[in-house]
């Protein structure tokens, strides 16, 4: 079944933890990015990837990181430097290299920290 | 800087009445302009965007947006509105000159009511 898997829908961490959520797409798009989405406010670009082994800082990269081993895989690790880590976060690919193209969304994860 | 604006945090409309989300643009050039909704807890699923050509645009579930360059808005509408369709519904716009960057608006919670 194609698109792309985000997971887990639902995780709860403790002050000081470091944790991964995984984005998985079988879409074949190049470009991969992360949001972060608060009541109000939108959504903001955390990082954004258009090829293996290379991505780019978005607006509010500070306090998460990212891998891009493979074209299908762009996991996100929200670290303890991130002050304000609990949000709803989600992946998006796209075709990278067009103006014209939307985005595809994942189903989206939401962090908790206790 | 690339900018949407949404000047409405909620729209409420009786079912089977015609509905507006608003949305205006900011940018330099001719934008690329995208419409999204988002159920509860989902991910947002694209319907419909305007790159070039006719300025009245239709996309799914019956929902069409009309381009206005002197006005810089790009509203969404609807001409007779479900229950099915209360939803968050977001605009953005990508950037010409970086176009890994899409710019959200604060996204409109429509409510239709039975």
């Known amino acids: 079944d194609g698109g792309i898997t985000q997971s887990p829908k639902y995780l709860f961490r403790k002050e000081g933890q470091n944790v991964t959520l995984s984005c998985e797409q079988n879409l074949n798009h190049d470009a991969m990015y992360w949001y972060r989405q608060d009541p109000g406010q939108g959504l903001r670009l955390i990082y954004y990837?258009?090829?293996?082994?290379?991505?780019q800082k978005g607006d509010i990269a500070e306090g998460y990181s990212v891998s891009r081993e493979k074209k299908e895989s762009f996991p996100l690790t929200v670290t303890s430097a991130q002050k304000n880590p609990t949000a709803f976060y989600l992946c998006?690919?796209?075709?990278?290299?067009?103006?014209?193209?939307?985005?595809?969304f994942g189903e989206g994860s939401r962090l908790t920290v206790l | 800087a690339q900018s949407v604006a949404q000047p409405e945090d909620q729209v409420n409309v009786a079912e089977g009445n015609p509905l507006t989300v608003k949305c205006t643009y900011s940018v330099s050039g001719n934008p690329y302009l995208f419409w999204y909704v988002q159920y509860p807890n989902r991910g947002l699923q694209f319907l419909l965007k305007?790159?070039?050509?006719?300025?009245l645009v239709k996309g799914s579930y019956g929902f069409e947006a009309e381009f206005n360059k002197s006005q810089t808005s790009f509203h969404l509408k609807k001409p007779s509105a479900l229950v099915s369709d209360s939803a968050l519904y977001f605009c953005?716009?990508?950037?010409?000159?970086?176009?890994?960057?899409?710019?959200f608006g604060s996204g409109t919670k429509l409510n239709v009511k039975p």
């Open positions: 953005a716009v990508r950037d010409r000159y970086n176009f890994n960057k899409f710019y």
């Open positions: 305007y790159i070039t050509g006719d300025n």
């Open positions: 990837s258009q090829i293996v082994n290379d991505f």
């Open positions: 998006a690919v796209g075709w990278a290299g067009g103006y014209t193209g939307e985005l595809f």
